[in-house]
């Protein structure tokens, strides 16, 4: 029987010699937005690196759907399965470049209705990148990735450099995204508005997997 | 009274008079190089004399096929070197050598292809070794300046990864400011011959009586043939490197740590 979303089976990672992710089996389901937290240094970004194919685990194995990620092109996966990472790496020097680099084709109709999702605004489109603020990057960003049209959404602290009212926009844009049938992987600190995103929970100490399931059960999550 | 164009052994002793002053200022300056400079001069001294009765003997005896293996001592020779650089990059000693020995071969063999320079021994041999040295620059300051880019923008590579580009689309922007670097002293040293320096080749036939008109020339096919070197090492290399930087998935590898012990990026 294959489950559909990501399953990890035994899954380890080391890096120089050290452990980084130690036998973690666990299952991360379609049509779902899975937290995982737990503290720094945990391996959570590690973990997000391995469902996109960026980094190989040295042990164990990840399926996608019932079929191994290693049997998957790493080119497609990545289209389907979008890693934003928690900072931004700017690639071009103007916002209609950023969101091109993983689309080359894309009209400015889809770049402004992009923007608007992730609450820069169409207005943003014939902007330098120069200048930009951290939050307005990190959006930009999320939007970037969007733009390849995932299935797949993994986010690594997505809004670590947003205020509130932006957080807010990010949120809804991510329950519209699972609503409408895309899956999430979203690693945060700010674990109470992702308890409100989240279906499901893992929870990372010293790379090893401590709990999972329903967030509001969660022991880590509920400790103040 | 007339002094010949190539000193004799007389001359070159005379000459060893100017390593005593250096070293005696070097001394009384307190540099603590004296001894150093001592001890280089008389290892250049039986390096050189070393090289002269095996060249001399190739010459002689050797024929083509002596000079290829000559040929191919220096290439591996220049490969090592050059690798030395970037000793963090995986497989940098083959990618290194390899580059090295195609730039050589190209530009060598289009030499003589176009019947530029003969095969003889005394021809080949000391065309080539610019060749190579010339590679070996070109390869060392490439890796070297790869290695820097992978290490300072390995974000910026896994986000072009990430957006489902390819490893050769995700590195070809860094490759490329690695090249610029790389070719610039090629480049510039085009540019500036004989204007700042009077090169090797045309200094050495200037010295044996040719005409400086005559002497040109060889300097000419020297600069254009070091530009060719240096550019199709640094291309090789670029291209090289990124298919040890890379595996099959399009992942980045990761780098081993420098010995600073400053950690990549998780």
Known sequence: ?224 | MSVPAVPGWPGVAASAALVALAALLAGRARLGLAADMLVASARALGQLVAVAAVLAAVFAHGGLPGSLAWIAVMVLIAGRVAARRARGLPRAPAVATLAVAMATVVTVATLVVFAVIDTRPHVLIPVSGMVVSGAMQATALTLTRLHEEVETARPRIEARLSLGLDAAAAFAPHARTALRTAMLPAVDATKVVGLISLPGAMTGLILAGVEPLIAIRYQIVVMYMLLAAATLAAVATARLARTALFDDAHRLHELPAPPDGRSSPR
């Open chain 1, 1 to 224: 029987m294959s489950q559909a979303g990501f399953v990890l089976e035994g899954v380890g990672l080391r890096r120089g010699g050290a452990p980084v992710l130690t036998d973690i089996s666990a299952h991360l389901p379609r049509g779902c937005c899975t937290l995982v937290t737990g503290p720094s240094g945990a391996g959570k970004s590690s973990l997000l690196r391995l469902l996109n194919r960026l980094a190989e685990p040295d042990t164990g194995r990840i399926l996608l759907d019932g079929r191994p990620l290693s049997g998957h092109d790493p080119l497609l996966l990545r289209r389907r399965v979008a890693l934003v990472a928690q900072h931004t790496a700017l690639l071009t020097d103007s916002v209609a470049g950023e969101l091109a680099v993983g689309r080359p084709a894309l009209d400015a109709v889809c770049a402004a209705d992009l923007l608007e999702r992730v609450g820069l605004g169409a207005c943003f489109l014939s902007r330098s990148t120069e200048g930009l603020s951290g939050g307005q990057v990190q959006r930009l960003g999320l939007a970037r990735a969007l733009a390849t049209g995932p299935e797949v959404l993994l986010l690594d602290e997505p809004t670590s450099a947003l205020d509130d009212t932006a957080t807010g926009l990010v949120d809804d844009l991510l329950a519209a995204f699972v609503t409408d049938g895309g899956t999430a992987v979203l690693v945060s600190h700010r674990t109470a508005h992702a308890r409100r995103l989240a279906g499901h929970a893992l929870v990372l100490e010293a790379g090893r997997l401590t709990e999972a399931g329903d967030p509001a059960r969660l022991r880590y999550l509920a400790a103040p």
